[in-house]
């Protein structure tokens, strides 16, 4: 007989989730810019007009929006994707805050380290690796 799938899903994978999804959305806006739709929605005054910038933020969109429906649905390639991610982005995180001299930087990096630490915890309990039937 398989593994029984968890009926409910994590909270924790259910906000990775969520926040995926959103970033993907907002890295969309970008790629949507090139066409003259990004204007719609003003995220920010920046605005990439050069096609591999847009292209850029439309594959990263793309990836986020994978990744947040993965979670959501427990598609077990996406916890391994998000183990790897977020020990990248730990230690580029530690890396920057070692580096970084402004108090600004500092706690930006110190965010992004908590967010790393967190998607990283959050991986690990039980709920989420049968989740992911890990």
Excluded at 55 to 69: E, K, P, W
Excluded at 108 to 131: E, F, T
Aim: net charge positive; charged share 10%; glycine share 6%.
């Amino acid at each position: 007989m398989g593994a029984i799938r968890e009926k409910r899903r994590p909270m924790r994978v259910t906000i990775i989730g969520i926040l995926s999804i959103m970033a993907g959305m907002i890295y969309l806006f970008p790629a949507l810019d090139v066409y003259g739709l990004g204007n719609l929605i003003i995220m920010t005054n920046q605005t990439f007009h050069s096609g591999p910038l847009a292209l850029t933020a439309f594959a990263i969109a793309i990836a986020n929006l994978v990744l947040g429906l993965g979670c959501l649905i427990g598609w077990r390639p996406i916890w391994y994707y998000l183990v790897i991610i977020s020990v990248i982005n730990f230690v580029v995180a530690l890396i920057v805050v070692h580096n970084a001299n402004q108090s600004e930087a500092v706690l930006i990096a110190l965010l992004w380290l908590a967010s790393a630490i967190y998607v990283l915890l959050a991986l690990q309990s039980r709920k989420s690796r049968r989740w992911f039937h890990i």
